[in-house]
């Protein structure tokens, strides 16, 4: 794809006259080709050029303000912010100044006013610098625009259901795609590559057989293969089920340490961990990760010591033996140990008018693909976690106002901390209290919904996108009865299995279930934290006791 200048995207450096000619210098000399690089002297000069790249349509990929400005860089940034929210936003801090501001830029970071603050270079080859800079750039050219160079190409008319979940899904692959019309050139010759009828959507990805009729599943089993290819003697020492963070963990460290690891994951690798936009509080990642790019790095570390991914393949049955059989889509594994770590998945609304409309409007899960979507749409968030926070932030940055809807009085009981406080200083960001979302329609795509309040009175809304994270159901009700799960279907491990359930009088291992062999981890265990880190923890955890399953076996 070739861009014209009018593409390219904009970073905006405003600067002092003190750093001028070297922030210019130090810009052009790593982001002036693949960017319009625009570095002006002064506020003035910064409002003027913002007016004109407004005007003319212009997207600006990163604002980067001097604080050595009159009055700092948080005034110009709080503007920018309003007028171009997708920009990535950058206080830039001369090292003099640097313990002095932080009083001022700490606060304004945790409140969402800028995205960091970086000491300006002092000399050559300041990588840390520049490494931040590339993260926001990359973070905004995959969250924000359409890529320029695409593996996958879409054939699709605009009516069909399963688009969203399918962009969804690639989007949370980390796989860039492009979408033709039928008429198009690309299109018509897509649809002439299928042999006998072409039924839309068609996803043809990487030069491979196009996919007709195309869903979320069926291009998720495209994309890796099949686990036939392992062979009918194949077994497995640890058996995956799940590609969320504890299934991930529990494949790198299983593979690393020489384990034959398979991984089953009936949708993208990730997890609902790998539809947040933005991960904050993810130890080791002070600027923040998305969800994506944590996914994507985790996947590369599994594979790279040998574990074997498979996406599109949703377990349907375990049986229990010496070596457990575990049905899926497709076929049928073995393995000598299974651990279960295939998480929760939203509830669903229950309301017909809305779920008739999913994929036209009505989105389960944050739906990260489908943000650009809502420029200039008014968009609701149903529920109070961090991840309907991190998807309302995120919405922010396009949609014209977003409006989180929760029957609790506030967010204080669900909610980070970190999440509240920059959406209480958010303008586009909207809490409504004690409410629920009880009907909504509309032509073809969702247009309105009624918004019920705790006395029974019903308001009725203009709705662009509703986007629903509704709390979490645990995904294993393929499990056979002889793993037992407590009352809300989550799997028991450790002391929280009923004694009479205990071998010897002994429980089994934190992380194994009523079945030797057979452990779990992450969202779906009984008992988790549902947090990242805490299943990633799991995951790992969990490889040691694999390890002590297989000992005696090992052995003999």
């Not at 904050?280 to 994507?296: E, T």
């Not at 393949?313 to 651990?339: I, K, P, S, W, Y």
């Not at 029974?456 to 294993?476: I, W, Y």
Request: proline share 5%; with cysteine; glycine share 12%.
């Amino acid at each position: 794809m070739t861009e014209s200048a009018a593409d390219i995207p904009v970073i905006l450096v405003v600067a002092s006259p003190e750093h001028h000619a070297s922030l210019a210098d130090e810009f052009a000399s790593r982001y002036g080709r693949d960017y319009d690089l625009q570095v002006v002297e002064g506020g003035t000069a910064a409002y003027e050029l913002k007016g004109y790249l407004m005007a003319e349509g212009r997207q600006v990929a990163l604002v980067a303000v001097d604080h050595s400005l009159d009055g700092g860089a948080l005034p110009m940034l709080d503007k920018l912010r309003v007028a171009s929210p997708t920009s990535r936003r950058v206080a830039l801090v001369p090292a003099s100044r640097f313990v002095a501001a932080l009083d001022e830029l700490r606060p304004a970071l945790a409140q969402g006013r800028l995205d960091t603050y970086l000491i300006i270079p002092q000399g050559a080859r300041d990588e840390e610098f520049h490494t931040a800079i590339s993260e926001y750039l990359s973070d905004w050219g995959w969250s924000a625009t359409s890529p320029v160079v695409a593996g996958v190409q879409i054939v699709d008319d605009g009516t069909q259901s399963s688009i969203p979940a399918i962009r969804d899904f690639l989007d949370r692959m980390g796989i860039a795609y492009e979408r033709f019309a039928p008429d198009s050139q690309p299109g018509r010759e897509l649809i002439a590559s299928v042999e006998g009828d072409a039924p839309l959507p068609i996803v043809r990805a990487f030069g491979r057989e196009p996919v007709t009729a195309a869903t979320e599943r069926t291009v998720a089993a495209a994309f890796y293969g099949t686990p036939a290819d392992l062979g009918d003697d194949f077994v497995a020492d640890l058996l995956v089920v799940g590609g969320g963070p504890a299934g991930l963990a529990a494949a790198v460290y299983g593979a690393s340490e020489g384990l034959e690891t398979v991984v089953l994951e009936s949708e993208a690798i990730g997890g609902q961990a790998g539809t947040s936009s933005m991960i904050r509080n993810y130890l080791g990642f002070p600027r923040g990760v998305s969800g994506m790019r944590l996914a994507l790095r985790a996947r590369v570390q599994a594979t790279r010591f040998g574990a074997r991914l498979y996406t599109g393949r949703a377990v349907t049955a375990l049986r229990v033996g010496d070596v457990h059989e575990v049905d899926f889509d497709g076929g049928t594994l073995r393995a000598r140990t299974v651990l279960v770590a295939c998480g929760v998945t939203y509830r669903r609304l229950g309301v017909p008018a809305l779920e008739e409309l999913e994929g036209r409007g009505v989105h389960y899960g944050a739906a990260t693909s489908v943000a650009r979507d809502m420029q200039g749409r008014d968009v609701f968030v149903v529920g109070g976690g961090n991840s309907a926070g991190q998807a309302a932030i995120h919405l922010a940055r396009f949609a014209s106002s977003v409006t989180i809807v929760v029957r609790r009085q506030g967010l204080e009981d669900t909610m980070s901390a970190y999440l509240i406080n920059e959406i209480a200083t958010h303008k586009r960001i909207h809490l409504r209290t004690g409410s629920r979302v009880v009907h909504g329609g509309g032509d073809g795509r969702l247009e309105w919904i009624d918004l019920e309040a705790t006395d029974g009175t019903v308001e009725r809304m203009p709705a662009g996108g509703l986007f629903l994270l509704l709390g979490a159901d645990p995904g294993c009700g393929w499990l056979p009865p002889e793993v037992e799960q407590d009352e809300r279907g989550f799997v028991l491990t450790g002391r929280e299995i009923p004694m009479d359930r205990w071998v010897d009088g002994r429980p089994p291992a934190p992380l194994e279930t009523t079945v030797a062999g057979i452990f779990a981890a992450g969202d779906v265990r009984s008992g988790s934290m549902k947090r990242v880190a805490s299943a990633s923890g799991e995951g790992a955890a969990s490889v040691s006791q694999v390890h002590a399953h297989l000992a005696p076996t090992a052995l003999s």
